[in-house]
């Protein structure tokens, strides 16, 4: 008697997985949310702007912390603005079909999640060999720690195409039958 081979796939509840695809989603809505900002401000004068949203949040501009950012934003063209808006815009897009391929369990997704972390592991390094910041350090950990789990848990985790009519072979029959 020969058996059809049972190709469905169960989805195992995957806590660290919700946790990583809720950080990819948030982490693609908020470059998003910075690419459209970016965009909507790229032809406003942004020393100005800066200074509404200080004056908003009744901040005094006229520490040297605050001169320095708006010096510093005085020097970005709208040019470089649009280039930043579209490189972020285009970024955000990796970390929302990471994240939402990873809700379907699509094994690619879960693979460019995985060359993501690993992409930007030796940049952070690199980052952190020449200057230390905490703020870096806690990054590199945080993708460390996808990039591991990701990996070690990848065929548990994600889908895996088979031959969906192959015959079965002795080794898929109860010894019984053979």
């Known amino acids: 008697m020969t058996t059809a081979l049972d190709t469905t796939f169960v989805k195992k509840r995957a806590p660290t997985l919700y946790l990583i695809i809720a950080f990819k989603l948030?982490?693609?809505?908020?470059?998003?949310?910075?690419?459209?900002t970016a965009y909507t401000l790229s032809d406003n004068i942004l020393p100005d702007e800066f200074r509404k949203v200080l004056?908003?949040?009744?901040?005094?501009?006229?520490?040297r912390f605050f001169r320095h950012v708006a010096?510093?934003?005085?020097?970005?063209?709208e040019r470089d603005a649009l280039v930043f808006a579209g490189l972020t815009l285009?970024?955000?897009l990796f970390s929302l079909v990471e994240g939402i391929g990873m809700i379907f369990r699509i094994s690619w997704a879960g693979w460019l999640a995985i060359g993501e972390s690993a992409f930007f592991v030796p940049i952070e390094?690199?980052?952190m060999v020449k200057d230390f910041k905490p703020t870096i350090f806690f990054i590199l950990l945080l993708?460390?720690?996808?990039?591991?789990?990701l990996f070690q848990n990848r065929h548990r985790l994600f889908r895996h195409h088979h031959p969906h009519h192959a015959?079965?072979?002795?080794?898929?029959?109860?010894?019984?039958?053979i």
């Open 26 to 36: 948030i982490k693609g809505l908020l470059l998003v949310g910075a690419a459209i």
């Open 55 to 63: 004056a908003f949040l009744h901040l005094d501009p006229g520490t």
């Open 71 to 77: 010096t510093a934003l005085a020097t970005i063209t």
């Open 90 to 92: 285009f970024y955000s």
């Open 125 to 127: 390094i690199n980052s």
């Open 143 to 149: 993708n460390i720690a996808i990039l591991w789990y």
């Open 167 to 177: 015959a079965p072979t002795e080794d898929d029959m109860p010894a019984a039958e």
